[in-house]
């Protein structure tokens, strides 16, 4: 009996040592989680449009007293504009973690659906056309990595506390047709003679599609960017045809930036492939525009945002049973304000 005895107790310790652990792992866990849902530099707010908007908006974000010049909405062959956007319907996110002693790997997938509508008017009355305008229904995947490290905390009851060090890029999207290669973002020298005349400066951040799903960026030095300031955006995209364009420009895809931290505070802007403005050559994939940096917010000198960057393929886009083709790139930045 008391070898029995024994083996009972070893066995009985065993399990509550199982239990322990597997206790304080759910309650890792569990604070990881916390920390991701409060941390600016994940999530999706500031992706949605909301609905039917201009091409160029900003909503909630401080902003410059300088003038800006926006656009209104999209060409849509001769006499027509179009006014588009999309909106959020429902977002599911799962997170799948793996603690391996002081480090730890999240995984963020988001699944979202959403309906991606467009308006179009008769320049010549401004009044809408229903039979040109459409809505369309779509669902995205989204996913990122997050790298956690377990420091020690004295003021912590369990003597130690994770914070997120590092994240990547959030990518994902709908369909396969269009797919984006890189992404440069540039100081601008310009001077205003009657419009707008731009030349890249030094160069601030890039990134490209080879290895972006394990291209960790530091939490702690995150792009930053000065308040107020222009710079100039290029995103190259590739489109696996057949290619179809809604006017004599012959590009296939639009690309935009969008940026924020919530509904309340987002913007967007129009990246062009036209040969025209600050976009050099015509219809090359490169999609290149201006954007002027909001402020961080009415009593802050630095805080962190929210970008976007999408491309939609318009061939499937403007065709009823075609689908829906976009791809984005998100990361977090910095608006820091000028010293």
Known sequence: MKNIYTITSFLIFLSVGCVDI????????????????????????GFDDGGLLDLDFDMGLELSSLGRTFGDTLAYG???????????????????????????????NYMIAGVFMAQVRDTSTMEVIDSMGFSKEFNSTMTRKLKYARMENSNN????????????????????????????????????????????GDLIYSISSDGIEDLY??????????????????????????EYSIDSSGVGEWAMVRYGRSA????????????IGIDINSNDNIHTGLWRLHGPGM????????????????????????????????????SQRPE
């Open 22 to 45: 597997d206790q304080n792992e759910d309650n890792d866990k569990s604070e990881l989680l916390r920390i991701l849902d409060e941390d600016d530099a994940a999530g999706i707010d």
């Open 78 to 108: 001769e006499g027509y504009r179009i006014r588009f956007g999309r909106q959020i319907t429902d977002r599911e996110r799962t997170v799948d973690f793996t603690i391996d002693g002081d480090t730890a790997i999240g995984v963020v």
């Open 157 to 200: 009851p369990d003597g130690y506390s994770w914070r997120i060090i590092a994240l990547t890029p959030l990518i994902g999207g709908a369909g396969d047709k269009v797919s984006i290669s890189s992404l440069e973002i540039y100081n601008v020298d310009f001077s205003i003679t009657g419009e707008e005349l731009s030349t890249e």
């Open 217 to 242: 960026m530091d939490r702690e030095t995150l792009p930053t960017f000065t308040s107020f300031n222009h710079v100039i955006v290029k995103v190259v995209v590739e489109n696996t045809g057949p």
């Open 264 to 275: 309340a505070q987002r913007g967007r802007r129009r990246l062009n492939d036209a040969g």
């Open 299 to 334: 009593g802050q000198s630095s805080r962190v945002f929210r970008s976007f960057f999408s491309t939609v393929d318009l061939a499937t886009l403007f065709t009823e049973d075609g689908g829906y083709n976009s791809l984005t790139w998100s990361f977090p930045y910095r």
